[in-house]
């Protein structure tokens, strides 16, 4: 079975644009997360997609932004982008289960620099 | 307040030797999952093991064990038999149910080095 993919894998962008990320889960999961991770803040929850619906939302300031499609595909966007902004994007999947339980794949992430 | 304490940022192990990497955690939920991820330097988060907060035995998954204990919230991964390829960051995470955001709490990661 494939694992997660993302895309692109690495992007180089100037303030101000604004980027969208892709995140293919592994086939069969439903569920959809994204973190941030960088040297400075470690890992971040960013938001997590169920069935086409944000469940949770982290801390994030509104210009980060998400979406989940019917194949469970999702997609996130930042606008305006900021220098502190670059960052590891990674991208996770999951079955719906025992929340506890749940286990979350990783994609091999994207690498976002903003100059 | 930080819910996943990693308290070795850096390790040096010889190859075919143990290592204990250290985490503990803070919650007041009874109901938890606890969880170890690697990530080599191509960046991607590799699953190891999985404990769950009811489990009475200690989660094992070929050379990795997880030492849980619950009154200390403690979860520490030891690795077996040491690879140079296990040379990488280790996070331990933590879900907690009732709070049903289902997101993962990390921590700050242990970079382990193997040494041949």
């Known amino acids: 079975k494939a694992g997660v993919t993302q895309t692109p894998r690495y992007l180089i962008k100037t303030r101000g644009q604004q980027v969208t990320l892709s995140c293919s889960p592994i086939?069969?999961?439903?569920?959809v997360s994204w973190y941030q991770q960088t040297p400075g803040q470690g890992l971040q929850f960013l938001f997590e997609y169920f069935s086409e619906t944000q469940r949770n939302k982290g801390n994030f300031p509104g210009r980060f932004s998400g979406r989940q499609f019917s194949n469970s595909r999702s997609e996130m966007n930042v606008s305006t982008l900021e220098l502190g902004d670059s960052a590891l994007y990674l991208c996770a999947s999951s079955l719906p289960g025992l929340a506890s339980q749940e286990t979350q794949y990783f994609g091999p992430g994207t690498r976002l620099l903003v100059l | 307040a930080q819910k996943i304490t990693q308290t070795q940022p850096g390790m040096f192990v010889q190859e075919k030797e143990a290592v204990t990497l250290d985490c503990t955690y803070d919650?007041?939920?009874?109901?938890?999952?606890l969880f170890w991820y690697k990530q080599p330097s191509s960046g991607e988060m590799i699953f190891l093991i999985y404990q769950g907060s009811y489990d009475q035995q200690n989660a094992t998954e070929g050379r990795y064990s997880l030492n849980f204990q619950k009154a200390r919230k403690s979860a520490n991964l030891v690795i077996s038999a040491s690879q140079l390829g296990d040379s990488a960051m280790y996070f331990c995470?933590?879900?907690?149910?009732?709070?049903?955001?289902?997101?993962?709490?990390f921590g700050a990661g242990t970079t382990v080095t193997v040494r041949a």
């Open positions: 919650t007041s939920d009874p109901s938890y999952g």
């Open positions: 995470a933590m879900r907690e149910v009732r709070s049903n955001d289902y997101k993962l709490s």
């Open positions: 086939s069969g999961h439903r569920s």
